[in-house]
């Protein structure tokens, strides 16, 4: 009998947090849809936004024009920053071990003195070994580009001072729902001889569409007029550019979180039912051994009444 009730009592407890794991993963997945309907909205302006402004720049390269200075390769590379964007809570498999180990690697490849910048809680991880220059909140539905403007505007300061030479984000790139990939992109100083992946376009469809369809830089050509002048155009259109593109970040990094977080919940919810499973059949077997122990000594008695 003992047996059987320590068996019960586990079936109750794991029955308690199959019930906390569905829960936390039906409110996952409304996050996320949430999160995916804002990452799709915006993703295709900040693509054309991005490639808009490599063109300018590229249009003032070929006319011998000075390039603005956030356009302009620094030749020593003293020190680097990477703004590293993590969750709130955890709870939501490897997303933060996968992001925070990528920032490690580029900065190994790199070899260069590097401070991070902090967005979300669980990058506390990084205070042990590496120096960390400023900490940002992070809000799980972002609702508008004013939420990040603090951290574009100390970005855009550090850089333009000379305190890093170069500054990168660390964040996850949403494909679908069970994908999402780490990356690390190069946000200062903007290059324009190299082509970078889009945001979003990781392992996706759109990079084969650009690359095949109307995006085919070779099928057109691109004229621009600058009022008043390309440096004034360029003075506004590369700090919105750096907002725009951190803002998309931003956005891809909280609907790769939810998708996680949903992904983790079902699967410990799966693991739930396969243990309730597992212990419901061993606590039948216990019941039955019990039963059938009690039946042996109810039949030994009888027999020996009878001699």
């Not at 069970?178 to 979003?200: A, N």
Request: hydrophobic residues 45%.
């Amino acid at each position: 009998m003992a047996k059987t009730k320590e068996i019960s009592r586990r079936i109750k407890s794991v029955s308690s947090t199959k019930k906390i794991t569905k829960a936390m993963e039906m409110v996952a997945a409304a996050k996320m849809r949430k999160a995916i309907e804002a990452v799709l909205k915006t993703r295709t302006y900040a693509n054309l936004s991005w490639e808009t402004v490599l063109h300018l720049a590229k249009l003032a390269e070929n006319r011998n024009e000075a390039l603005h200075p956030l356009l302009i390769p620094r030749l020593k590379i003293k020190k680097a920053a990477i703004i590293l964007i993590t969750s709130n809570r955890g709870m939501c498999g490897g997303y933060n071990t996968a992001i925070t180990s990528k920032a490690k690697l580029s900065i190994a490849k790199h070899q260069v003195v590097t401070d991070f910048i902090l967005v979300g809680k669980k990058g506390v991880s990084v205070h042990q070994v590496y120096d960390v220059a400023a900490e940002f909140e992070k809000s799980d539905i972002l609702t508008d580009t004013q939420e990040i403007r603090p951290l574009v505007k100390m970005v855009l300061q550090d850089y333009q001072s000379g305190k890093y030479d170069k500054i990168f984000v660390a964040y996850t790139d949403f494909v679908n729902p069970t994908k999402q990939i780490p990356r690390v992109k190069q946000l200062l100083p903007i290059e324009v001889e190299k082509i970078d992946e889009h945001l979003g376009a990781v392992g996706s469809e759109m990079v084969a569409a650009k690359e095949n369809k109307h995006l085919n830089e070779a099928d057109y050509v691109f004229e621009y007029t600058f009022e008043p002048s390309p440096q004034e155009v360029l003075d506004l259109m590369i700090p919105r550019l750096l907002e725009i593109q951190l803002y998309q970040v931003f956005l891809e990094a909280n609907a790769s979180e939810h998708s996680a977080r949903m992904t983790a919940m079902h699967q410990a919810t799966e693991a739930a039912n396969d243990m309730v499973s597992e212990l419901t059949l061993f606590y039948n077997k216990a019941r039955q051994a019990g039963i059938t122990a009690e039946i042996a000594e109810i039949s030994a008695g009888a027999n020996a009444l009878a001699e």
